[in-house]
């Protein structure tokens, strides 16, 4: 059984970072892309960042790139996100998910397992 756990979310002030897991079980992710994304509520779920299997390529949504940083150790099947210079308007449920081939994208269609999703709440 495939399973994607994220940890790390939490509450932290403006400005301050919080840096996230996801650790896969059931299987190797080494060959497929990852990739993280967040619900705000009463919005859709979009895109954050995701990094590739091969070269470590990463790709990230344009006004995060800077603040978020996506990594991964394949040693451990567990993908990363470092946030720092948290906003307020960070606040969402982070959700980490795997694509079924090695390739990346922001499309959430193009992945094909779920993590249950960790709350990141940014306190003004």
């Known amino acids: 059984q495939v399973q994607l756990v994220e940890s790390g979310g939490g509450l932290v002030q403006a400005g301050g970072s919080l840096r996230l897991s996801c650790a896969a079980s059931?299987?190797?992710?080494?060959?497929?892309?990852m990739g993280w994304f967040r619900q705000a509520p009463g919005k859709e779920r979009e895109f954050v960042a995701a990094?590739?299997?091969?070269?470590?390529?990463?790709i990230y949504k344009d006004y995060l790139k800077g603040r978020f940083a996506i990594s991964r150790d394949d040693a451990k099947n567990t993908v990363y996100l470092q946030m720092n210079s948290l906003k307020p308007e960070d606040t969402a449920v982070y959700y980490c998910?795997?694509?079924?081939?090695?390739?990346?994208?922001?499309?959430?269609?193009?992945?094909?397992?779920w993590g249950q999703g960790t709350q990141v709440t940014v306190s003004s």
């Open positions: 998910a795997a694509s079924p081939t090695a390739t990346i994208s922001p499309d959430l269609r193009d992945y094909e397992y």
């Open positions: 990094i590739r299997w091969s070269g470590y390529s990463t």
């Open positions: 059931g299987r190797t992710f080494q060959n497929n892309g």
